[in-house]
């Protein structure tokens, strides 16, 4: 790399310049969550576990999800094992958390 980085805004406006300039796009918004197997990742930060059992138990009080699939990552500094992210490739939606 050449020093520079590129800042992606979680707030991202589809249109062909982004695209081409971030070389990424948003993923296709789901249009239900009926029967959708849904990933869980702990990143393992403090109290993490606690909000995403608090969210996995909302999601199922609401919504008619398959499943849920909860991963705890082994430490928050470093990526999922390849394993682990071919599992993912089986969910329809994953939710990562929390940051800092």
């Not at 081409?20 to 990933?39: H, P, Q, T």
Request: a negative charge; hydrophobic letters at 35%; glycine letters at 4%.
């Amino acid at each position: 790399m050449n020093g520079q980085f590129v800042v992606l805004h979680p707030a991202h406006e589809s249109n062909e310049k982004n695209n081409s300039e971030s070389g990424s796009s948003m993923a296709e918004r789901l249009e239900s969550l009926e029967n959708k197997v849904i990933a869980v990742i702990n990143n393992g930060k403090r109290n993490s576990d606690v909000f995403l059992k608090w969210l996995c138990e909302q999601i199922q009080s609401r919504y008619p999800v398959k499943q849920i699939v909860w991963i705890d990552k082994s430490n928050p500094s470093l990526p999922l094992q390849n394993e682990v992210l071919w599992q993912l490739r089986s969910c329809h939606a994953v939710i990562a958390g929390v940051g800092d």
